[in-house]
């Protein structure tokens, strides 16, 4: 008589997962046997844990494939793929520039298009669909004796002291290209060249934040182009680079520590005058941007206070005691943070393809200025607001720093750019920059 204990396993095989394999010796003789078949379950627990971590095992590894192949050889295809997309979509942006029609002019054949602005003024390519172009020259507020005499006694905007109010119709336009001012204008403006660009990314994805350009000052760049050429040649007096000096330059100005200590030597030591340029590639806030400048400034400041306890062991070693080395930690560095922070609060919205300049005089003082996208006052001159100034020159040279040099850079893109744009510099004799870009 056949009963429901004929066969111990018929009930057990009722309930096991046909993808497992399970030898004979695992299966519970007697269902009865709780023992034996928590012996069993423990078993076949094992078994799916082992083939669970052989998954992500598996996961791991071709994660690790995807990254190296994606570190290794790029990703042209997408690269590739995006630039079609950005010619589909780029529409007016690519077109215009500050409200006006991009002038396009053909050139040689096998030779890119040249692209100007509606003064006539050279327009580079960013890479960036959203804000495709940026001015190789911009004019800025000319220094005057009584600003020069403003700044040295007191913090005042220097912005206010240098230019006329923005709703004047003989104001200068110091945030678009080097459109030809009136010679009244020109007397109040100084030309600005761009030494290099690069898109600011974060996170992991890449996510494009704003396009950022480093002018200098036309009439400074053959300061700076003798300030690098004298410290590469190790001599006051060289007047020119051979390759192994100038390549040996280029790899100290991508080396985190020598890059930072070379720069902070050429912007404390040269006086130029200098401009950050950042176009947001997206709408965005002032607390937004505020934060990650603050963030990089925070981040620099821990570089250089390691960089003088190393120079302080040194000097030590050497026997110098008496060396000044340059602190953060006092309450005027604090005081000039809070300052800096204050010339972004509360200042709501910047749009697409907006600019704000960060200003850097002769003698460190940073200034603030942002021009609304698609707002202009008259034909030649953009609507502008003058955001304030910080003094302190140690802040100004740290903002240049998370740009220019250290360990990490706000856009590397940019770093690299600005390198060419130097090594442009030196491949001439000191003396022979004229007043012409780079």
């Not at 111990?8 to 309930?15: E, H, L, S, V």
């Not at 950022?212 to 000052?217: A, I």
């Not at 700076?224 to 001599?235: N, P």
Request: proline letters at 6%; charged letters at 25%.
């Amino acid at each position: 008589m056949a009963t429901r204990y004929a066969d111990p396993t018929g009930r057990w095989r009722k309930y096991e997962d046909p993808s497992e394999e399970i030898h004979e010796d695992m299966r519970p003789r007697n269902p009865l046997n709780y023992v034996e078949q928590e012996r069993m379950g423990k078993l076949r627990n094992m078994v799916i844990k082992k083939k669970m971590s052989a998954l992500a095992l598996g996961a791991g590894f071709l994660i690790v494939v995807q990254l190296f192949l994606f570190f290794t050889y790029g990703d042209e295809p997408r690269k590739k793929k995006k630039k079609q997309t950005e010619k589909l979509d780029s529409g007016k942006d690519d077109k215009e520039f500050e409200g006006k029609d991009v002038i396009v002019v053909s050139t040689k054949p096998g030779q890119p298009e040249v692209k100007l602005d509606a003064q006539g003024n050279e327009l580079l390519e960013t890479g960036n669909s959203s804000v495709p172009h940026i001015p190789r020259t911009i004019r800025l507020p000319a220094p005057s004796s009584t600003s020069s005499q403003a700044t040295s006694s007191s913090p005042s905007n220097i912005l206010n002291t240098q230019q006329p109010r923005s709703d004047s119709p003989q104001a200068p336009d110091v945030l678009g290209s080097s459109a030809t001012p009136s010679p009244s204008d020109q007397e109040k403006t100084e030309e600005y060249t761009l030494l290099g660009h690069g898109i600011r990314t974060v996170s992991f994805l890449r996510v494009q934040v704003y396009v950022l350009g480093f002018y200098v000052r036309t009439s400074d760049l053959p300061a700076l182009q003798s300030a690098f050429v004298h410290h590469a040649a190790g001599a006051a007096t060289a007047t020119s680079l051979i390759p192994m000096e100038k390549e040996q330059l280029r790899n100290k100005l991508m080396d985190p520590a020598e890059s930072a200590r070379i720069w902070d030597v050429v912007l404390k030591d040269t006086n130029i005058r200098s401009c950050m340029r950042v176009s947001p590639t997206r709408s965005t806030d002032f607390a937004h941007l505020r934060d990650g400048w603050v963030r990089g400034l925070t981040g620099k400041t821990q570089e250089a206070t390691e960089a003088a306890r190393e120079e302080a062991k040194k000097a030590k070693e050497s026997g110098q005691y008496e060396t000044q080395l340059e602190k953060f930690d006092d309450d005027e560095f604090g005081s000039s943070v809070g300052a800096f922070k204050a010339l972004f609060s509360g200042r709501g919205k910047t749009p697409k393809g907006s600019v704000i300049l960060l200003m850097r005089d002769e003698q460190g003082v940073l200034s603030a200025a942002f021009q609304s996208q698609g707002l202009a006052v008259s034909a030649s001159m953009p609507e502008r607001d003058d955001l304030g100034s910080v003094t302190d020159g140690r802040i100004s040279r740290l903002v240049w720093l998370n740009y220019l040099g250290g360990k990490n850079v706000s856009s590397e893109d940019a770093r690299k750019s600005v390198v060419e744009g130097v090594m442009e510099l030196v491949e001439r004799p000191v003396g022979t920059v004229g007043m012409g870009a780079p």
